[in-house]
Antibody, heavy 122, light 111 residues
Framework: EVQLVQSGAEVKKPGESLKISCKGS????????IGWVRQMPGKGLEWMGI????????RYSPSFQGQVTISADKSISTAYLQWSSLKASDTAMYYC???????????????WGRGTLVTVSS | QSALTQPASVSGSPGQSITISCTGT?????????VSWYQQHPGKAPKLMIY???KRPSGVSNRFSGSKSGNTASLTISGLQAEDEADYYC???????????FGTGTKVTVL
């Protein structure tokens, strides 16, 4: 089955670090980009950034640049989203989603993970 | 990059057609034919419904259609069904440095 499997829910304290994961299965991992999307409680979708696992080319939304780090390990078909120092305002559901590679176009996400809920509270 | 503007809510009776608008600028919606639409049921992950303004992925009902005029894209749901009740988000390509901008989201209610 083609799917993106995300790591489980996390409960952290402000100031702690965190790395969540997104593992692709059932398809060639390096024929797709992996994007990350935040959804705060009761709010809409926000694009955070995207990485091409083939060469780790990464783009960030200006809103999230410097706040998070996106990485990938193509040898295990896994992308990551990490924080060095969490804030209460990072409490949200985080989705990974894949974008087919192309010389041009394919600017959509055709498959989404189920999400990882991150709760930051003292 | 500001979020694309969508109406907060749209409603319709079963069998009717509804249209959700998505307004951006010439730097995103108006500049490229790369608008996509996503359906999200409560507690679930988003699902791709339309891409490249008007293309439907395999398995998506032909009751869903997309279009664009100038800086505004639209999603039309015809023959509204109870299962269509969900949140809908548009998304547009906005250039190579910041490729994606999402809309504010629209809650569709089936009366």
């Amino acid at each position: 089955e083609v799917q993106l499997v995300q790591s489980g829910a996390e409960v952290k304290k402000p100031g702690e670090s965190l790395k969540i994961s997104c593992k692709g299965s059932g398809y060639s991992f390096t024929t797709y980009w992996i994007g990350w999307v935040r959804q705060m409680p009761g709010k809409g979708l926000e694009w955070m950034g995207i990485i091409y696992p083939g060469d780790s080319d990464t783009r960030y939304s200006p809103s999230f640049q410097g706040q998070v780090t996106i990485s990938a390990d193509k040898s295990i078909s896994t992308a990551y989203l990490q924080w060095s120092s969490l804030k209460a305002s990072d409490t949200a559901m985080y989705y990974c989603a894949r974008r087919p590679i192309a010389a041009a176009g394919n600017w959509y996400f055709d498959l989404w993970g189920r999400g990882t809920l991150v709760t930051v509270s003292s | 990059q500001s979020a694309l503007t969508q109406p907060a809510s749209v409603s319709g009776s079963p069998g009717q057609s509804i249209t959700i608008s998505c307004t951006g600028t010439s730097s995103d919606v108006g500049g490229y034919n790369y608008v996509s639409w996503y359906q999200q049921h409560p507690g679930k992950a988003p699902k791709l419904m339309i891409y490249d303004v008007s293309k439907r992925p395999s398995g998506v009902s032909n009751r869903f259609s997309g279009s664009k005029s100038g800086n505004t894209a639209s999603l039309t749901i015809s023959g509204l069904q109870a299962e269509d009740e969900a949140d809908y988000y548009c998304c547009s390509y906005a250039g190579s440095s910041t490729p994606y901008v999402f809309g504010t989201g629209t809650k569709v209610t089936v009366l």
